[in-house]
């Protein structure tokens, strides 16, 4: 019986479908009022002439954006444009330059060095290493900025050599070491690479299973990679080019482990062949970052002379006897790490630039690409003027100012820090670091969209360098485990606080000594828009998440956890919390980029963008709702905010994206004449 229901009930299906078909094929073709003309092909218009002028000063907003050394970075620019090393290509009318990305690694790593002779050959990297002084580094960052904005594999080929094999020779060793090292590092003599990662051990350094130790009777130091899960992985450098190296390795003197230290190894002989009991493979093909050589390397008992141990914090005496005046292994740890927080810095800053490049190209080509009418025949509409298309750029375009402030007020603290500051520099680079790359990939996927197919070519570069920086989010650390250190670094300054009874000081946490502040029930634009407001809520989320981040830390070492137990337990607070100090660090940033800024035209624009910025945030971070600091109503106001301030930024987007200070060479071909640039006339020259 049911077989027989369900067949009628198919049939009856099969009857209806016939019949509306049957009508549709037999009606007449309806009389149309409406005569469809053939429409003129569409062409590009550029939006310098369509957009309204800028109501502040382009070249003022790239000074505040760009923070230091504008003409040094104009310099390099006009360098790179001078070589054809640098792959220019005429497109719709303009050159761009972009690395050739369908050559095979090897054609790309060979590429990738002969670029960096020819820098260096131009004073690129003069003083560097051997003038010190916050106005050489700056210029040296600034440079490294630059050097991001075109390639990512050249920037990260030059920082391992210049700034991690480098910098550890500057900041581990002492005069021994610089004397020897340095100069020849500088004039790229020596190549250098950096042997921290292990196949078993990534962000755990204190982990590392690679075992030195030192043989008295001939005053030399023996490294040995005791089992597979210790071999060296990811050195960049290694595979192809690099002649020396800093390996980390337990340190083990009569018996006893002295804990992580440094030492210097050459891998490579004047002629390239690797050196005896030493091993090297290749890391591979790689998802980007294919014109860095990374490399495995085995050490077989590789005997290196004493002195090559980088002595800083600890050395060792001819007889063998272990010295430092760092009793405690902990501390011995944190003051010899405390250096390497460049890495972070320069990943801040680069990803920054990266998600530039990518709402730059996204932006001024959805000020010129048209889809649907509003009307019949009417003319098809911006891409830029839906709605919807603003809501997914625009938000993004105020969260890279932020993040520009941010990366900018870090590279100053990292210039100018003192031993006393390194603590704090871990903690605001590690927050920074994993905020602003997690923004940069999530704006470029954004980028690759809303450039339709477009974003997927290459040579438009937006979804290359999503291949290229997703590396960012693991190393120089896993952002998650940055995270969860910044919100450990902050237990353990709100439990000294509570002990000492002492006002909190340092991290931005002096707003935990006033009162707790009081979010009003029912929001109005007005409020939202005021930076009072905005820095109480942010600074309510991150008291109210440290408060109880420290209660359910602090009970569960009372049921006699260990502390670390209880902070794997807490894990999502952590997280909340890690989340929360960096977006009120970021806010500061930019509250203070604001408050350098007299021109009023300049500061209104930036207020608009302050505003969205923090709105936006309120609207996506559910720990606004989750623990309270939102009604549900006003999280329903807030996303109306946004869509509205949306709607006001809209007439200065491409004045915001200009003052990237990005030359039109280092955007792509979609960002200007897309039309001329997919031509029969273009493709056949």
Known sequence: MEKSNLLCSSMEKVNFRTKVLSRHLKQETPTVNVILQSLPCLGYNPPELSEPAAVFDIKEMRKLMDGHNLEERDWFFGLILQSKLFNPVRRGG?????????????????ITMRRIEYLVEHGFSKDWLTVKGPEDELRKLALLD????????????????????????????????????????EDYVIKGCFSMTELGHGSNVRGIETVTTYD????????????????????????????????????????????????????????????????????GHKIGLNGVDNGRIWFDNVRVPRENLLNSVADVSPDGKYLTAIKDPDQRFAAFLSPLTSGRVTIAASAVYSAKIGLAT????????????????????????????????????????AMSFAANQLKMMYVKRTPEMNKVIHVVSSAFKAAASWHNMRTLQECREACGGQGLKTENRIGQLKGEYDVQSTFEGDNNVLMQQVSKALFGEYVAAKRSKKPFKGLGLEH??????????????????????????FCLRERDLLERFAAEVSQ??????????????????????????SDRAVLHTFLDAEASVTSGPLKN??????????LVTLEEDAAFLRYGYLSIDNAAIVRKEVAKLCNELRPHALSLVSSFGLPDAFLSPIAFNWVEANAWSSEQN
């Open 556 to 581: 569960c070492q009372a049921q006699g956890k260990s502390k670390e137990y209880a902070f794997t337990l807490n894990y999502q607070l952590a997280e909340d919390l890690g989340r929360a100090f």
């Open 512 to 537: 935990m000594n006033t009162s707790r502040p009081v979010i009003p029930s029912q929001l109005t634009s007005s409020t939202m828009r005021q930076a009072q407001f905005q820095n109480d809520i």
């Open 362 to 401: 996204a932006i001024r080509y959805s000020l010129t690409r048209r889809a649907f009418s509003a009307t019949p025949n009417g003319p098809e509409v911006l891409i830029l003027d839906y709605p919807s298309h603003q809501r997914r750029l625009l938000p993004l375009l105020a969260k890279t100012y």
């Open 216 to 283: 008295s009777s001939t005053g030399e130091f023996v490294i040995n990679t005791p089992c597979e899960s210790a071999q060296k992985y990811w050195i960049g450098g290694a595979a192809n080019h690099a002649t020396h190296t800093i390996v980390f390795s337990q340190l083990i003197i009569d018996g006893e482990n002295q804990g992580v230290h440094a030492f210097i190894a050459q891998i490579r002989d004047e002629n390239g062949d690797i050196c005896p009991n030493i091993r090297i493979a290749d890391c």
């Open 146 to 185: 630059c050097i991001f904005i075109y390639d990512h594999s050249l920037s990260i080929k030059m920082g391992v050599h210049f700034l991690l094999w480098g910098g550890a020779i500057q900041f581990f060793g002492t005069k021994r070491h610089h004397d020897k090292w340095l100069k020849d590092t």
């Open 94 to 110: 303009k050159v761009f330059l972009s690395p050739d990305y369908s050559q095979s690694k090897e054609q790309q790593r060979e």
């Open 605 to 614: 624009v930036l207020d608009l963008v302050r505003s969205m910025y923090v």
